[in-house]
């Protein structure tokens, strides 16, 4: 180690500094034994009478620190020396870095001795290092008395986006704009949900069962009128029994909106799919109950919805008997998927419908041996102080407590396995604990931005959860999870509309997904995420289609049939 730096170590050590040389050249602080707000307060190392020095740091509002935290891109950093910098050794010595990645910067030295850099494009929730390499010198030739690397975390633009309204009108217009997604941009032949913003001609079976439910919301709140929604949901059932094929009364995953062929999901996954089946039918169900007149058009509405559910053959998926559901067959494939439908997942609506069928039911023992797995499927262990009744370690994905809900009432529901509003509301306050804690330290997860499901993320289409985490946060997971953490969830929405609306918010509601560790936000909406958020939140508000599907007569013998006390 050379003279300088030896006496420079000595004395950091007396002012009860540590550090080390960075591998640049730089002198890097790496511990301070005094810290004021948000950052190490150091001021730049003394330096003896007449050289070449920094004598300031300022970035933003902040001054003479080793650390900078919630620096704003567009951020102004001023570097004040004790004598003019020769312009022409700036480039090579004044560096910024992101995980080891240089990182282009112009600084401006109009007002040399003080050079002023804007931090323009910058990621949010990101660290960085602005370096001040011993190359730089004075425009007299002395070289620095010392280099430097200070510490930058990013944070973001917390200003609102949008003005502010009060709870319930951003409760409204996040129903009312979400369900543009199935009403404007709706098949305009079969009238049903599009799987994504992309897939002009590929709709959805479940994501449409969840669309009927938003088109009752949207009746209900008068959004559209109940003439309008009615005509809506019968293009959508004609279409479904004129022109699409029913694998024993069991629709394919996407087909054609304009002609209703099968669209394959995968090589062998290219007839009938039980669960999205179950989705359109829990929809297709409340909407019986909600239309409810006289008029022949109510009654025709009605007429033809049963016929459709009573063409499900649930019991043909038991596969030759057995005590459990499948979750595909197909004609010319089989039973190749051989997937078996076993809980704790998003499917619980699968076993319930079977054991409502008043024409193809199974028996309370598949419920048992298939779905609960013999009791298998039970956890019983504390998460964040949150006993999970079911499932695996955190309880996975929050569409988990979504999907077979959305008409399924978890208040007061239960069985020998579990209690589901117990259930349902521990694994969301599960996910809103754990993004708090943040164990990787992902950027934004806060008691703002919380909620991991399945969704979009800038690495791909994932399952995303507390064992499966990728940085990436999606607006369904925390706001359809409303019932069960309702100041939890309001206050996430406030945090995705006020503070990230301007990348997040769009003509059919919230973007997918964002990761802002990564700055990355999505542009695409996808149904089966879009209807929970109108759904749910109608439930929390108001209780629609949990009052309207455990109305209906079928549902209640086959939660007598399963023993589940409501």
């Known amino acids: 180690m050379d003279t ?17 040389r960075h591998r640049d050249g730089a002198l890097f602080i790496i511990h301070c034994s005094l810290f004021i707000a948000s950052g190490c307060a150091a001021s730049p190392a003394p330096a003896p009478s007449g050289a070449f020095a920094l004598t300031e740091i300022r970035i933003g509002h902040h001054t003479n620190r080793d650390t900078f935290t919630g620096v704003l891109p567009g951020d102004t950093v001023v570097l004040t020396f004790s004598e003019k910098v020769a312009t022409g050794s700036i480039a090579a010595n004044i560096v910024l870095k992101q995980a080891g990645e240089t990182k282009p910067v112009t600084v401006n030295h109009d007002q040399n001795p003080s050079l ?12 960085y290092e602005l370096i001040i390499n011993t190359g730089l010198q004075s425009e007299a030739g002395a070289a620095i008395f010392t280099g430097k690397t200070f510490a930058i975390t990013t944070g973001m633009d917390m200003t609102d986006k949008f003005p502010r309204i009060t709870d319930e009108a951003l409760l409204d217009l996040v129903q009312r704009q ?10 305009p032949t079969s009238g049903m949900a599009r799987e994504r913003t992309t897939t002009l001609n590929t709709v959805t079976t479940g994501g449409t069962g969840f669309g009927i439910m938003a088109i009752l919301v949207a009746a209900e709140r008068q959004y559209i009128s109940r003439t309008d929604a009615l005509q809506r949901i019968q293009t959508i059932v004609t279409f479904l029994d004129t022109r699409c094929t029913a694998y024993h009364g069991v629709y394919a995953h996407w087909l054609n909106g304009d002609t209703g062929a099968t669209i394959p999901f995968s090589t062998n996954d290219n007839g009938g799919d039980l669960v999205e089946t179950a989705f359109l039918m829990q929809g297709l169900l409340a909407a019986r109950r909600y239309f409810d007149g006289a008029a022949g058009a109510e009654t025709t509405l009605r007429s033809d919805i049963t016929r459709l559910w009573e063409a499900v053959e649930w019991d043909w998926y ?8 499948y979750w595909h067959w197909s004609p010319d494939r089989g039973w190749a ?19 409502s069928s008043p024409t193809h039911p199974v028996p309370k023992v598949v419920y048992d041996e298939g779905w609960a797995r013999s009791g298998a499927f039970t956890n019983g262990n504390p998460f964040y102080g949150y006993t999970l009744p079911l499932g695996n370690a955190f309880g996975g994905p929050l569409f988990f407590t979504h999907y077979s809900f959305l008409g399924l009432d978890p208040r007061n529901l239960s069985d020998r396995y579990a209690n589901y509003f117990t259930q349902n509301r521990h694994h969301s306050l599960i996910h809103y604990h754990y993004c708090i804690e943040n164990p990787k330290g992902y950027g934004g997860y806060s008691a703002d931005c919380w909620g991991l499901t399945a969704s979009d993320g800038n690495k791909g289409y994932s399952a995303h959860s507390p064992t499966n985490d990728r940085g990436v946060v999606a607006p369904t997971a925390a706001l359809s999870s409303m019932p069960y953490t309702p100041d939890e969830s309001m206050q996430a929405l406030r945090f995705f509309y006020y503070k990230l609306g301007d990348k997040l918010w769009s003509e059919y509601g919230f973007y997918d997904a964002f990761n802002l560790s990564e700055g990355w936000f999505d542009n695409q909406h996808i149904a089966i995420d879009q209807g929970p ?15 309207l599907f455990m109305s209906d007569p079928d549902i209640q013998a086959g939660l007598r049939a399963l023993e589940i006390e409501y």
Do not use: C, P, S
């Not at 038991?318 to 559901?325: A, E, K, M």
């Not at 958020?533 to 009052?547: F, G, K, P, S």
């Open 178 to 187: 979400t369900f543009r997604y199935f009403w404007d941009f709706g098949h």
């Open 533 to 547: 958020i109108i759904v749910m939140i109608e439930n929390h508000r108001t209780a629609l289609l949990w009052n």
């Open 337 to 355: 998927m051989n997937h078996r439908i076993t809980g704790w997942n998003e499917a619980l609506m699968v076993y319930l419908l079977a054991a």
């Open 4 to 20: 300088k730096m030896k006496k420079m170590k000595e004395y950091f050590k007396r002012r009860g500094v540590e550090a080390r």
């Open 318 to 325: 038991r596969r030759d008997g057995q005590n459990v559901l």
């Open 116 to 127: 002023t850099i804007i931090l323009a494009g910058l990621q949010a929730f990101a660290h």
